[in-house]
T-cell receptor, first 109, second 113 residues
Framework: GQQVMQIPQYQHVQEGEDFTTYCNSS?????IQWYKQRPGGHPVFLIQLVKSGEVKKQKRLTFQFGEAKKNSSLHITATQTTDVGTYFC?????????FGKGTRLSVIA | NAGVTQTPKFQVLKTGQSMTLQCAQDMNHNSMYWYRQDPGMGLRLIYYSASEGTTDKGEVPNGYNVSRLNKREFSLRLESAAPSQTSVYFC????????????FGAGTRLSVL
């Protein structure tokens, strides 16, 4: 079945440093979604990418969808303590979303 | 609107006990899902209901049953709880399958002793 791999599993950064998490699918995706889960909280939808090569920005967050629609990345510029949490990618299509295992981001002030 | 509401928020069970986790959404969504989240394992799909009247197994269905009671409600039942079912359980809903994003409930933290 479809698998979505996400790396790294953990990332510790100093406040102000950049952060990137990568997502790779074993199959071509119809869309890729990104979620954020704060410690002790529940996943919250951030964004969906649908088109090959698509790039979307939300303030300091930049999301990319690969040309082959099999990989994606989330880049955070100049991390802040409010960015702490686990970031999940999820591959969508005709079947239920398949979530990656997530990247847990810690930000050291 | 409350979104997705899960009850209870916390539960402690003894091995062999049964319980039902309740989930309700007020967004008129067709699809609903149950996940479990364990450290380092991400979100694993237990069961889902693409529309009212249908349910399907996900990645880890063993030891669980579900009921799509109506369009709003989707319950998860543990018939005979085991320590391996200690986890955080999330219910989610979406407008249509994998094409729309999911809204998650606050979760149920379950411990089986």
């Amino acid at each position: 079945g479809q698998q979505v791999m996400q790396i790294p599993q953990y990332q510790h950064v100093q406040e102000g440093e950049d952060f990137t998490t990568y997502c790779n699918s074993s199959t071509t995706l119809s869309n890729i979604q990104w979620y954020k889960q704060r410690p002790g909280g529940h996943p919250v939808f951030l964004i969906q990418l649908v088109k090959s090569g698509e790039v979307k920005k939300q303030k300091r967050l930049t999301f990319q969808f690969g040309e082959a629609k099999k990989n994606s990345s989330l880049h955070i510029t100049a991390t802040q303590t409010t960015d702490v949490g686990t970031y999940f990618c999820a591959g969508g299509g005709n079947t239920p979303l398949v979530f990656g295992k997530g990247t847990r981001l810690s930000v050291i002030a | 609107n409350a979104g997705v509401t899960q009850t209870p928020k916390f539960q402690v069970l003894k091995t062999g006990q049964s319980m039902t986790l309740q989930c309700a959404q007020d967004m008129n969504h067709n699809s609903m899902y149950w996940y479990r989240q364990d450290p380092g394992m991400g979100l694993r799909l237990i069961y889902y209901s693409a529309s009212e009247g249908t349910t399907d197994k996900g990645e880890v269905p063993n030891g669980y049953n579900v009921s799509r009671l109506n369009k709003r409600e989707f319950s998860l039942r543990l018939e005979s709880a085991a320590p391996s079912q200690t986890s955080v359980y999330f219910c989610a809903s979406s407008a249509v399958g994998g094409h729309r994003h999911q809204y998650f409930g606050a979760g149920t933290r379950l411990s089986v002793l």
